[in-house]
Structures are given as C-alpha cells and as structure tokens.
C-alpha cells in the first residue's frame, strides 16, 4: 500500500519519507511540501527529434490533472517493443547520441523504478509500447510529475526495455530520441 501526498504551494521546503512496516504489510507514505515562485504551469510539450543513427521521433504532452499530470505522446520510427521512456534532467539535445540531457531527472534523491512507485526518480515515466510498424502512444496520470519542475529538462527514449529496478536507469540502452520540454499553449 503506497500514499503520496504532494503539496505545491510554489521551492522545495521539506521532503519526509515515512516506511511502517507491520509484519508482511508495508506502507509507504511519502509527504513533499515544494514552495513554487511565480505562475503554475498547467500545459508543457516537447517534440523528439532522432538521434544520430536512428529514426525516432514524435511529440509529448504533459497537462495538469486533478489527480496529478497527464502524459500523452505519440512516437514513430522505433523497432518494436517496450522503450524507457524518461525525463532527464538537461533539455540539452546537442550530442548526436544524446548523453547530454544527462541521467534522469531526480530531484527528490530517490532510486530508480516505474512510474506507479510511490519512491521514484521524478522522470521515471516506464515504458512506452511500439508495434510492429513501429509507433507508440501513451496515455496516462503521473502523480509525481510537476510541470513547474520539468520544464526546460529533456525527454529521452531509448532503443531497450526499462526494467524499472536496475540503477540508476533501468538498462533501457541507447537513447533514440531527444527533445526538450518547454511551456505549451494552455497555460495562462
Ligand atoms: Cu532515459
Ligand atoms: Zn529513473
């Protein structure tokens, strides 16, 4: 059983991680109280371009949710199969093979995993799904995403399977695709 309660009040204040462990029954509550300055921002998009020696490409949505931040993307040019699909922590796309948009974004210094984990790398976004001729689309509400804080960072898909365990990026292999996150029409 996990719980996570985010306040955005606008600057990270505290971070508390609580784990009660009652004999097989583990419960995690994670409570992080973040003081944002100036406007909330409901609406950002990035738009991924290939990298050097592959095809993909494609754009992301991230919009403001009651539950939390809806991510939508649609993805073309990959092979078939789960793709790690990821937030880094640069909207730095200048390496043909993409390195620069650095590890996953992270800001709560937690582990890797998927993103349904209550204690996750804030970019940790999991897997996006591409058939045979090689498109991919997801929809889904993060709960852990703050648009405010990814804004400016990079999106990242690479050419393998996140695993969502292994450190510090879930072995997902080489990175297909880049772009950078920026404020989208929406957002007042
Ligand atoms: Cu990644
Ligand atoms: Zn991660």
Same mark, same amino acid.
């Given at each position: 059983?996990? *719980?996570?309660?985010?306040? *955005?009040?606008?600057?990270?204040?505290? #971070?508390?991680?609580?784990?009660? !462990?009652?004999?097989?029954?583990?419960?995690?509550? !994670?409570?992080?109280?973040?003081?944002?300055?100036?406007?909330?921002?409901?609406?950002?998009?990035? !738009?991924?371009?290939?990298?050097? +020696?592959?095809? #993909?490409?494609?754009?992301?949505?991230?919009?403001?949710?009651?539950?939390?931040?809806?991510? =939508?993307?649609?993805?073309?040019?990959?092979?078939?199969?789960?793709?790690?699909?990821?937030?880094?922590?640069?909207?730095?796309?200048?390496?043909?093979?993409? =390195?620069?948009? +650095? +590890?996953?974004?992270?800001?709560?210094?937690?582990?890797?995993?998927?993103?349904?984990? #209550?204690?996750?790398?804030?970019?940790?976004?999991?897997? !996006?799904?591409?058939?045979?001729?090689?498109?991919?689309?997801?929809?889904?509400?993060?709960?852990?995403? *703050?648009?405010?804080?990814?804004?400016?960072?990079?999106?990242?898909?690479? *050419?393998?399977?996140?695993?969502?365990?292994?450190?510090?990026?879930?072995?997902?292999?080489?990175?297909?695709?880049?772009?950078?996150?920026?404020?989208?029409?929406?957002?007042?």
């Amino acid at each position: 059983m996990k *719980n996570r309660t985010i306040w *955005n009040k606008g600057t990270i204040l505290v #971070a508390i991680i609580s784990i009660a !462990i009652t004999g097989c029954m583990q419960t995690e509550t !994670i409570e992080i109280e973040r003081e944002m300055e100036g406007p909330e921002y409901t609406h950002a998009v990035a !738009i991924l371009q290939p990298t050097e +020696g592959f095809e #993909a490409s494609g754009t992301v949505y991230f919009t403001k949710v009651e539950e939390g931040v809806n991510v =939508t993307a649609e993805i073309t040019g990959l092979s078939e199969g789960n793709k790690g699909f990821h937030i880094h922590q640069y909207g730095d796309c200048t390496a043909a093979n993409g =390195t620069s948009a +650095g +590890g996953h974004f992270n800001p709560d210094e937690m582990d890797h995993a998927g993103p349904d984990d #209550a204690m996750r790398h804030m970019g940790d976004m999991g897997n !996006i799904v591409a058939d045979a001729d090689g498109n991919a689309t997801i929809d889904y509400v993060d709960g852990t995403i *703050n648009i405010n804080m990814i804004l400016g960072r990079g999106v990242i898909v690479h *050419n393998g399977e996140d695993d969502l365990t292994s450190q510090p990026s879930g072995a997902a292999g080489p990175r297909v695709a880049c772009g950078v996150i920026g404020v989208a029409a929406g957002t007042e």
